[in-house]
């Protein structure tokens, strides 16, 4: 229940009710005949004779209504930008927008659903928050229709407090680095195929893959929705030539996996081992990190 929906019954409400409610509350208890809610009896209609004890208190119109909403300094206080004052400062000097126009109102209070901007960039009323996990084989992305399925919501559910969501996808038997995060701007930016995101991938083959099929993928392998273009293939060093790194850019579904799919191969293991710059160091398979603010800045900077 809300602050409003508690507030919107007025004494008078109380009062006209046949079960009368309150702290102790119980359906047999006494009411109370105290100066805020006494009764009035029908033939005590004339203001004059109305004390302050008995006078007939109005209802509320509407219901709980409208939420009263944050003030604008500490909505952008909680994204993390700044401090509330000089949030202040910020609003009186233009650079805060509220669903496209400018606010200089100290005090200004928005909803949720607004569209707050600070300096033409959208604001998230939460701190923005960044957690890495390696994710292990067998659980899901997106979720599954079977409840049994566990997905990578479990690994990080007491990462934080805010909805965090993952950015791109991960097939259920891979593994390696996911990213989650409550900054949309920042997953709209990294999921944008313009923007081309850096992801190495280390994978073992159903066989040893040939030297010609390796040089037919440095050169764009022709899929169904274009050329599938890579930034460099190779085989692992002193492993047998089944396994492979390959360094792609594409956000495409399925993307690698098609890849070897369209010269015969089957993937039977497939780890994200770097995702934009970032790196399985010291996380171990099924755990998660908090980025540090320089591992925030570079991704913003893709």
């Known amino acids: 229940m809300s602050r409003n929906d508690r507030s919107s019954g007025s004494r008078g409400d109380r009062s006209s009710n046949k079960t009368s409610s309150g702290r102790q509350g119980g359906a047999g208890r006494t009411k109370s005949h105290s100066r805020g809610n006494a009764p009035v009896s029908r033939d005590e209609k ?48 233009g650079n805060v927008t509220v669903n496209g126009k400018v606010v200089t ?42 409840k049994k399925n566990r997905t990578v919501m479990d690994l990080v559910a007491n990462a ?30 990294l999921a944008n195929p313009k923007n081309g995101i850096r992801q190495i991938y280390h994978l073992e083959l159903d066989k040893d893959l040939a030297y010609d099929d390796l040089q037919k993928i440095k050169e764009g392998v022709n899929l169904e929705d274009g050329t599938a273009k890579v930034t460099e293939v190779s085989y692992v060093e002193n492993k047998p030539k089944r396994e492979v790194g390959l360094e792609i850019k594409s956000t495409k ?11 015969g191969y089957e993937i039977v293991k497939l780890d994200r081992v770097v995702y934009g710059g970032l790196t399985k160091k010291d996380l171990t398979r099924g755990h998660w990190r908090v980025l540090s603010q320089q591992e925030v800045i570079n991704l913003s900077n893709i």
Do not use: W
């Not at 993307?255 to 369209?262: A, C, E, H, L």
């Open 46 to 93: 004339d203001p004059k004779n109305m004390s302050r004890g008995n006078a007939p208190v109005k209802k509320k119109q509407g219901g709980a209504g409208k939420s009263e909403g944050m003030r604008l300094n500490k909505y952008i206080a909680n994204s993390g930008i700044c401090s509330r004052r000089d949030a202040d400062i910020y609003i009186a000097a």
């Open 105 to 146: 109102e100290m005090g200004h209070k928005v909803q949720i659903s607004d569209e707050v901007k600070f300096d033409g960039r959208r604001v998230n009323p939460e701190k923005p928050e960044y957690i890495l996990l390696n994710k292990p084989k067998g659980f899901y992305v997106t979720g599954s229709l079977e």
């Open 160 to 189: 934080s407090k805010s909805k965090l969501t993952p950015v791109g996808k991960l097939d259920t038997q891979a593994t390696g680095l996911l990213l989650f995060t409550n900054d949309g701007t920042l997953a709209k930016n």
């Open 253 to 263: 579904a399925h993307i690698v996996q098609r890849i070897f799919k369209s010269l």
